[in-house]
């Protein structure tokens, strides 16, 4: 089981800047994919964006331009640089890990236990 900690979230004012991080510890070994998803008050979990193991990436249409995901193979870890960011990006960001493909689509099965990003002036 992979263990998954986020970091870096905290308050910022609209159009400002936030990095996360996602440290992965355990059995690392296997992994195709590493993504980031959020989860707003009162809505459900939503992708943000994805990060393959081979350097592919792929974002939400709503992220898209200003989000960028990273991954350091050497540290384990995966980054999100959030820039421009807006009042309706708030919400309790998760990492996620993925050893599984299905259906042409990732299945995420390990997840750390989010950091809190609020966007407000």
């Known amino acids: 089981q992979v263990q998954l900690v986020e970091s870096g979230g905290g308050l910022v004012q609209p159009g400002g800047s936030l990095r996360l991080s996602c440290a992965a510890s355990?059995?690392?070994?296997?992994?195709?994919?590493m993504g980031w998803f959020r989860q707003a008050p009162g809505k459900e979990r939503e992708f943000v964006a994805t990060?393959?193991?081979?350097?592919?990436?792929s974002y939400a249409d709503s992220v898209k331009g200003r989000f960028t995901i990273s991954r350091d193979y050497a540290k384990n870890t995966v980054f999100l640089q959030m820039n421009s960011l807006k009042a309706e990006d708030t919400a309790v960001y998760y990492c996620?890990?993925?050893?599984?493909?299905?259906?042409?689509?990732?299945?995420?099965?390990?997840w750390g236990q989010g950091t809190q990003v609020t966007v407000s002036a």
């Open positions: 996620a890990s993925s050893k599984r493909f299905a259906r042409q689509e990732y299945i995420f099965d390990s």
């Open positions: 355990g059995g690392t070994g296997g992994t195709l994919a």
């Open positions: 990060i393959t193991w081979s350097g592919g990436t």
